[in-house]
């Protein structure tokens, strides 16, 4: 859900295709990593920072993740990404503060 303080939000593909051959990003534990990424952004003070998107058109990567507005992708993110991916929402939350004349990011 996207949080009322600011736009900055982590998308995160939960597409689930029908045909069990055919790769998702729900099928590679998108789902999983969710919840872990929400429970931790809450845990560091960013609630409601991560937002369900149904596809990237990028499914044979997945699972995918994107800092949005108009920020960078992530691909093939298991759970030994997932620093990486909340480090890079970090700056971008900070960036986002800055440039609003926001201390808290």
Do not use: W
């Not at 809450?42 to 991560?50: C, E, K, L, N």
């Not at 990567?61 to 920020?71: E, Q, S």
């Amino acid at each position: 859900m996207k949080d009322s303080k600011g736009s900055v939000r982590l998308l995160v593909c939960v597409k689930e295709r029908i045909s069990p051959t055919s790769p998702s990003c729900a099928a590679r534990g998108s789902g999983e990593l969710l919840a872990r990424l929400d429970a931790e952004l809450t845990r560091r003070g960013h609630p409601g920072r991560v937002e369900i998107i149904n596809c990237f058109g990028q499914c044979n990567r997945g699972p995918n993740m994107r800092i949005a507005p108009g920020g960078r992708f992530f691909y093939g993110v298991g759970p030994d990404r997932l620093d990486e991916v909340i480090t890079a929402l970090e700056e971008a939350l900070a960036v986002e503060s800055v440039s609003q004349g926001r201390s808290d990011p």
